[in-house]
């Protein structure tokens, strides 16, 4: 299957109106069971660092077909707005390689030199899986590239390219129905031996079960992990793959890092259902779209 730039759009979409609702939820008074009701809060939606950085990946891989690691660090450093929420750690790498340290020593000496096993590589993948629709080995090797510029922990690799695997599969099965165990199947000859692989093998058994069992046994991205964060992200995708505003009514139902779970989760279901509905697919809804603040130019050019 060749690449497809319009459900890799499709999929930052999906990553950035999620990300922008899901952030709402950080802002005391905001009402979750009105959320499951159907009322979400007043516009304009901000968007986080989640699509600041996922709109650098999307452009790069739109106008170059590929990543480049050096090209795309020096624009997550030249582009980072840190009121956007990004961790402090990143900002530290990101000032470092904006001061011309090589991005590969910024990013390898946090933590002690085992580098970073956030769930940032995670968030902002899911638009270079859907580019590369029916192609997970290279949706997996250029998910790598993208992690190790800012997380060079194996947890947090492994954990961007899952995603980008399950939004790969997802835009190969747009127009058809795709079961929740084809999902994470699919995602299953790309993990390496963690707790990241070991919370995606453990979301197999949890399918069919409510939100918060779910939340409370593969985490909630509390922890701001990929090994707290992908699991249930996966596990959300494929549970509601086919019904995007569900998706993203979940991760916020579940709590914790609600903008980069529904970030997640929102760019793999887009990538299959696309905006408005479809038959018995429902996509990302025109309201929530007009609601969410508007993508830079140069991330859509």
């Known amino acids: 299957m060749s690449s497809d730039p319009d459900i890799a759009r499709d999929s930052l979409d999906g990553l950035s109106v999620g990300d922008a609702l899901g952030a709402q939820f950080f802002v005391p008074g905001r009402s979750v069971p009105a959320l499951l009701a159907g009322n979400p809060p007043a516009p304009p939606w901000e968007w986080t660092d989640d699509t600041e950085m996922a709109c650098s990946v999307h452009a790069e891989i739109r106008a170059h077909g590929r990543i480049d690691r050096d090209r795309l660090a020096t624009l997550f450093a030249e582009r980072c707005e840190p009121y956007r929420g990004y961790g402090g750690g990143t900002v530290v790498v990101l000032h470092q390689i904006r001061d011309g340290r090589p991005w590969a020593e910024a990013a390898g000496a946090v933590f002690d030199g085992v580098g970073s096993w956030g769930n940032g590589a995670a968030m902002r993948v899911a638009p270079l899986g859907a580019y590369f629709a029916g192609q997970p080995d290279r949706a997996a090797a ?26 790969s599969h997802a835009a190969a099965t747009r127009g058809s129905r795709c079961a929740p165990e084809e999902l994470l199947a699919a995602v299953e000859p790309y993990l390496i031996d963690g707790r990241t692989a070991r919370g995606i093998r453990r979301a197999h058994a ?13 985490g909630n991205g509390a922890q701001v992990s990929a090994p707290d964060t992908v699991p249930f992200t996966l596990w ?9 505003p569900r998706a993203i009514t979940a991760c916020v139902e579940a709590g914790g890092d609600a903008d980069t779970t529904a970030a997640i989760v929102g760019g793999i279901v887009a990538a299959h259902t696309g905006i408005g509905t479809h038959g018995d697919r429902r996509g990302i ?9 508007a993508l830079p130019d140069w991330a859509t050019e």
């Open 142 to 167: 250029q998910a790598a590239l993208t992690a190790e510029v800012t997380h060079r922990h194996p947890e947090a690799i492994v954990g961007a390219m899952a995603v980008a695997v399950a939004a």
């Open 206 to 218: 949890l399918l069919g079960r409510p939100v918060a069992e779910a939340a409370y046994e593969l």
């Open 236 to 244: 959300a995708a494929a549970t509601f793959l086919h019904d995007y």
């Open 285 to 293: 809804p025109t309201a929530w779209l007009a609601a969410r603040e």
